[in-house]
């Protein structure tokens, strides 16, 4: 009886032995599987204190954020505002988007400047106090991109004294129109590359910033209209005022459709672009009426050129935009540069600087002319 009971004594030290090793194996056992995970973070989590999010091909994709199936790869998807407004100086697909749109913003302000300091004094001493001259960048850019620039450069030239000297300018007609389509042309620009940098971070901000860029293309539309229709309509205020009525309603029409969570959806992208050349292309109404009505004046057929060039500009941007070539005939091929989304964002750039070398003639000429005495 006695051996039985130390038998048994010796099965459950024996036991509890077995127990206490298979636990201390299961508990190291877990500790290198935390190690492991440790050591291979998932995209968002802690690496070394930092968080690191990776480029992800369009596959990896949430829905609202397929846009284009033929660029394959280098998206970012749900990165925070800080990483996306730091990615600005990464490379991504998105890179080229918004520098080409952040550089025309640059341009164009640097115009509403140089023109502001021939009106304002204290512009003109602001002007005078920068590191640069902002009148010598503007030649520059203008003998850089050939002729669409140069009665811009030979308008700012006119008075060269009014930098320096911070000289008011007593003009024979309001300067309002031309000041509209510059602040119009920054916005539009401007809103497309806080679009292009930030729409990464959520589906919400996405959604508002796309409606954003509609809201700066519609308004970038309306305002290329007043220039042209105040200065060879101002003798005709009727009409200037039926003109520019229209247009103004047209945009803010297309702005109220464009706000529809369902028209910002990918697969409306061809009746997006619709609307907008359909406002744009309104404009040949006016244009054939001022071109009837100033038939014989000597600067048409400058004005019909810069006008062209804009109206081409933008609508073989557009086909590029619709089109989505090259990347269609070789996808993931253009990727980072070349896709279409970069060449209808040159385009722009190139139309609205050939509509304000158009703005410059109206309004040189409307000086020059004034109105007949009633």
């Given at each position: 009886?006695a051996?039985?009971e130390?038998?048994?004594t010796?099965c459950?030290d024996a036991d509890?032995e077995?127990?206490?090793?298979a636990?201390?194996?299961?508990?190291?056992?877990?500790?290198?599987?935390?190690?492991?995970?440790r050591r291979q973070?998932?995209k968002?989590e802690?690496?070394g204190g930092r968080?690191?999010y990776?480029?992800v091909?369009y596959?990896e994709?949430?829905?609202?954020m397929k846009e284009?199936?033929?660029?394959l790869n280098?998206y970012r998807?749900?990165?925070p505002?800080?990483n996306?407004?730091?990615s600005l100086f990464s490379w991504?697909?998105?890179t080229?988007?918004?520098?080409?749109?952040l550089l025309?913003?640059?341009?164009?302000f640097?115009?509403?400047l140089?023109h502001?300091?021939?009106?304002?004094?204290q512009?003109a001493?602001l002007i005078?106090h920068l590191?640069?001259?902002?009148s010598?960048v503007a030649?520059?850019v203008s003998?850089?991109?050939?002729?669409?620039l140069s009665?811009?450069?030979?308008f700012i030239?006119t008075n060269?004294?009014?930098?320096?000297?911070?000289?008011?300018?007593?003009s024979q007609?309001?300067r309002?129109?031309?000041?509209v389509f510059l602040a119009?042309a920054m916005?539009c620009?401007?809103?497309?590359?806080a679009?292009h940098?930030?729409?990464?971070h959520?589906h919400?901000l996405?959604?508002?910033?796309?409606?954003?860029?509609y809201?700066?293309i519609?308004?970038?539309?309306v305002?290329s209209?007043?220039p042209?229709?105040?200065y060879i309509f101002?003798?005709?205020?009727r009409?200037r005022?039926?003109?520019?009525?229209?247009?103004?309603?047209?945009g803010?029409?297309?702005v109220y459709?464009l706000?529809?969570?369902?028209l910002?959806?990918p697969r409306y992208?061809?009746?997006r672009?619709?609307?907008f050349?359909?406002?744009g292309?309104?404009?040949?109404?006016?244009?054939?009426?001022?071109?009837?009505?100033?038939w014989?004046e000597?600067?048409?057929?400058?004005?019909?050129?810069y006008?062209?060039?804009?109206?081409?500009s933008?609508l073989?941007?557009?086909?590029?935009?619709?089109?989505?070539?090259?990347e269609?005939?070789?996808?993931?091929?253009?990727?980072?540069?070349?896709?279409s989304?970069?060449?209808f964002?040159?385009?722009?750039?190139?139309?609205?600087?050939?509509?304000?070398g158009a703005a410059?003639v109206f309004?040189?000429?409307?000086?020059e002319?004034g109105?007949p005495?009633?």
């Amino acid at each position: 009886m006695a051996s039985e009971e130390v038998a048994t004594t010796v099965c459950a030290d024996a036991d509890q032995e077995a127990a206490a090793a298979a636990a201390a194996a299961m508990k190291e056992e877990g500790g290198r599987g935390k190690r492991r995970r440790r050591r291979q973070p998932r995209k968002g989590e802690e690496e070394g204190g930092r968080k690191k999010y990776a480029l992800v091909s369009y596959h990896e994709l949430p829905e609202y954020m397929k846009e284009n199936e033929f660029i394959l790869n280098y998206y970012r998807s749900e990165w925070p505002v800080l990483n996306a407004v730091l990615s600005l100086f990464s490379w991504h697909n998105e890179t080229i988007n918004v520098w080409t749109h952040l550089l025309g913003f640059m341009l164009f302000f640097g115009l509403t400047l140089v023109h502001l300091g021939q009106y304002f004094p204290q512009v003109a001493d602001l002007i005078g106090h920068l590191s640069w001259p902002i009148s010598k960048v503007a030649e520059n850019v203008s003998s850089n991109i050939g002729d669409v620039l140069s009665g811009a450069a030979m308008f700012i030239q006119t008075n060269p004294s009014l930098a320096s000297h911070g000289t008011a300018v007593a003009s024979q007609t309001t300067r309002w129109p031309f000041f509209v389509f510059l602040a119009g042309a920054m916005f539009c620009l401007l809103s497309s590359s806080a679009c292009h940098l930030l729409s990464c971070h959520s589906h919400r901000l996405n959604l508002l910033l796309i409606r954003l860029d509609y809201t700066g293309i519609a308004v970038m539309i309306v305002v290329s209209f007043f220039p042209p229709i105040y200065y060879i309509f101002q003798c005709e205020p009727r009409w200037r005022a039926a003109y520019l009525s229209a247009i103004t309603a047209a945009g803010a029409g297309t702005v109220y459709a464009l706000m529809s969570p369902r028209l910002s959806a990918p697969r409306y992208r061809a009746r997006r672009a619709l609307l907008f050349v359909g406002m744009g292309l309104s404009g040949v109404v006016p244009a054939a009426h001022a071109a009837a009505a100033n038939w014989h004046e000597p600067r048409r057929n400058v004005t019909l050129a810069y006008e062209g060039a804009m109206a081409a500009s933008y609508l073989v941007g557009t086909a590029f935009y619709l089109a989505r070539v090259p990347e269609r005939w070789r996808p993931g091929a253009f990727d980072l540069a070349g896709h279409s989304h970069q060449i209808f964002h040159a385009l722009v750039i190139a139309g609205a600087l050939a509509h304000y070398g158009a703005a410059i003639v109206f309004l040189r000429a409307r000086d020059e002319m004034g109105c007949p005495a009633s």
